[in-house]
Structures are given as structure tokens and as C-alpha cells.
Nanobody
Framework: QVQLVESGGGLAQAGGSLRLSCAAS????????LGWFRQAPGKEREFVAK????????YYADSVKGRFTISRDNAKNTVYLQMNSLKPEDTAVYYC?????????????WGQGTQVTVSS
């Protein structure tokens, strides 16, 4: 059973930085994509970024491209989201997720979420 535990959220000022971590456990992730979604109050959950576990492929939402960087440490089974040049509209609960390649997204695993608040 996949377990994902996020950490690193908090309060930042506009223009500041935060780094989120997602510790993954429960299985081998060699066939997985891991990444981040976020959900702001009153809005639907939206994709932020993802990274392939065994390749250099990364994808970003247009809204964060150039400001956020996703990376991984396979030895620590951890995925990171470095968030720079934060904006108030980045305020949301950020969720780590794991998607097995070729499987239905309804089978994805999710973390409990971590709150990011950006003040203007």
C-alpha cells in the first residue's frame, strides 16, 4: 500500500520561497509518476507538476512554469517541490500523488495535504 506524507508547507510572503517534500513508501515506484496537485478554497483541485521516477521527464502547469521546480531523491524515496517567486494565488492545500503508468487515475494514491499560504 502506497503511503505519501507531505511536509514543508507554511506561510510565506509574496516573492518568497518554500520547499515541499513528499516521502513515499509502500512499494517500488519504478513505474510511477509522482507529483503535486493543489486546491484553493472554493476551487477545484488542479495539477501543479509531476516527475517520472526513473527518467528525467518533468511537466508543469503553465501557472507555475519557471517558478516551481520538481525533483526527486530516489535513495530517500522523496519528491520535492521548490517554489520560488511565490504569489498570493499560489495559496492552496498542496497534495502529493503517485500514479502508476498505464493505470487508471482513479487508482492514484494521495497524501493528506499541506497548507501553503502566501501573503501579499
Amino acid at each position: 500500500q502506497v503511503q505519501l506524507v507531505e511536509s514543508g508547507g507554511g506561510l510565506a510572503q509574496a516573492g518568497g520561497s518554500l520547499r515541499l517534500s513528499c516521502a513515499a513508501s509502500g512499494r517500488s515506484f519504478s513505474n510511477y509518476w509522482l507529483g503535486w496537485f493543489r486546491q484553493a478554497p472554493g476551487k477545484e483541485r488542479e495539477f501543479v507538476a509531476k516527475i517520472a521516477w526513473t527518467a528525467s521527464s518533468t511537466y508543469y502547469a503553465d501557472s507555475v512554469k519557471g517558478r516551481f521546480t520538481i525533483s526527486r531523491d530516489n535513495a530517500k524515496n522523496t519528491v520535492y517541490l521548490q517554489m520560488n517567486s511565490l504569489k498570493p494565488e499560489d495559496t492552496a492545500v498542496y497534495y502529493c500523488y503517485a500514479h502508476a503508468h498505464g493505470y487508471n487515475p482513479t487508482d492514484d494514491s494521495w497524501g493528506q495535504g499541506t497548507q501553503v499560504t502566501v501573503s501579499s
